[in-house]
């Protein structure tokens, strides 16, 4: 079946700009994470959401980072006022449910290029 | 805090050798340990994982992954490597007092030579 899509796949904008990104989860998964990925580095957790709230954000760096998932399903993150820092690879995961022995599936990820 | 290290930025293996990628832990309480694999340019692809029972555990693609609970280790083996086993690999626990969370190595990246 359909693994886990995010779009758009690049986005380069310049500094001070405001950017979505999307991401669909895997059909019938109500649990969905967001982690950025660096450089030469693992990716790290950003913000989880179980249903259509976020029931963890304590990754989001800052208040300029804010996610949402309205109807339970695609979710989109919003960084407002981008900084050259927020440039990376933007990854999404989804799981069928929170469960501890649960793996999650990943997407594609979207590369963030802040000018 | 629960974090995993791969103390090796890059391995090296010839086709048809055996491969290791290391990784140890540090968690508190029994840990759930994952292996994920990553194409250029594309996401993290799960491998195997980790929970209970035999301590060795097999996965996709031949891979298999050894835990050790003495030496804190969950490394990463497959018998005969292929040069299309060439990616980056990365090792993750996962938080157990907040399933939510995943925690990361850097990475490792595997260069398997004909």
């Known amino acids: 079946g359909a693994g886990v899509s995010q779009t758009p796949s690049n986005k380069v904008t310049e500094k001070g700009k405001y950017v979505e990104l999307r991401c669909d989860p895997i059909?019938?998964?109500?649990?969905l994470y967001w982690y950025r990925q660096s450089l030469g580095q693992g990716p790290e957790f950003l913000i989880y959401f179980q249903g259509t709230g976020a029931a963890d954000d304590s990754g989001l760096p800052n208040d300029r980072f804010f996610a949402v998932r309205p109807e339970g399903s695609v979710s989109t993150l919003k960084i407002q006022r981008t900084e050259r820092g927020d440039s990376a690879v933007y990854l999404c995961a989804s799981s069928p449910s929170s469960g501890s022995t649960d793996t999650q599936y990943f997407g594609p990820g979207t590369r963030l290029t802040v000018l | 805090a629960q974090s995993v290290a791969q103390p090796e930025d890059q391995v090296n293996v010839a086709e048809g050798n055996p491969l290791t990628v290391k990784c140890t832990y540090s968690v508190s309480g029994n840990p759930y340990l994952f292996w994920y694999v990553q194409y250029p340019n594309r996401g993290l692809q799960f491998l195997l994982k980790y929970i209970t029972g035999d301590n060795l555990v097999k996965g996709s693609y031949g891979f298999e992954a050894e835990f050790n609970k003495s030496q804190t280790s969950f490394h990463l083996k497959k018998p005969s490597a292929l040069v299309s086993d060439s990616a980056l690999y990365f090792c993750a626990v996962r938080d157990l007092r907040n399933f939510n969370k995943f925690y990361f190595g850097s990475g490792t990246k595997l260069n398997v030579k004909p």
């Open positions: 059909s019938g998964h109500t649990a």
